[in-house]
């Protein structure tokens, strides 16, 4: 009896409930987004990249952000100029979900014939999900004059596994 009891006792013990929460510290992520350019909103910028985020603490993470973007003219079908975006940079977590960060690196325009980058930064606010993390930012450019994109992205995190219901 004494045998079964702790028998018993043992498998209560090492159940979920007492166990510690796993968390991760490097989520990768695909990270699609669309918004519109600031000095021309007839001008929309579609976003498919990767992102990275490394998190050693609840109130801070640092990530980076690799993407191809390509802008679209509303009103002309042959407008179309490709850039990519390497940023990386801090972010703060306000609550639990909630964060705001900047990123900072370069920003390459290439179309036919032409290949020039710049210094970007992208200032941003976000809310964070299991599966997903949804921001909306800023990103800016100093190629001859300041001009920027706002856009809402979705990072859809790889190798998170579905909450049991």
């Known amino acids: 009896m004494k045998k079964q009891l702790f028998t018993i006792a043992c498998l209560i013990l090492s159940t979920t409930i007492?166990?510690?929460e796993?968390?991760?510290?490097?989520?990768?992520?695909?990270?699609?987004?669309?918004?519109?350019?600031?000095?021309?909103?007839s001008?929309?910028?579609?976003?498919?990249?990767?992102?990275?985020e490394?998190?050693?603490?609840?109130?801070?993470?640092?990530?980076?952000?690799i993407s191809?973007?390509?802008?679209?003219?509303?009103?002309?079908v042959s407008y179309g100029i490709n850039h990519m975006?390497?940023?990386?940079?801090?972010?703060?977590?306000?609550?639990?979900?909630?964060?705001a960060g900047v990123g900072a690196g370069y920003l390459l325009f290439f179309a036919e014939g032409i290949s020039e980058g710049s210094f970007a930064f992208s200032p941003h606010i976000g809310y964070d999900r299991p599966k997903t993390q949804w921001t909306i930012n800023y990103t800016a450019t100093t190629k001859?004059?300041?001009?920027?994109?706002?856009?809402?992205?979705?990072?859809?995190?790889?190798?998170?596994?579905?909450?049991?219901k």
Not at 54 to 65: E, I
Not at 70 to 75: D, H, L, Y
Request: proline share 6%.
């Open 18 to 20: 007492f166990a510690q």
């Open 22 to 41: 796993q968390t991760r510290k490097f989520t990768p992520a695909i990270k699609v987004g669309a918004g519109f350019w600031t000095d021309e909103p």
């Open 43 to 52: 001008v929309l910028n579609a976003e498919l990249g990767f992102q990275g």
């Open 54 to 65: 490394y998190k050693p603490g609840n109130r801070f993470s640092v990530y980076g952000n």
């Open 68 to 76: 191809y973007n390509r802008m679209f003219e509303v009103s002309e």
């Open 85 to 99: 975006t390497f940023l990386a940079g801090p972010r703060v977590y306000l609550s639990k979900s909630f964060f």
């Open 144 to 164: 001859e004059q300041i001009n920027g994109f706002i856009s809402i992205a979705a990072a859809f995190k790889l190798g998170t596994k579905r909450s049991p």
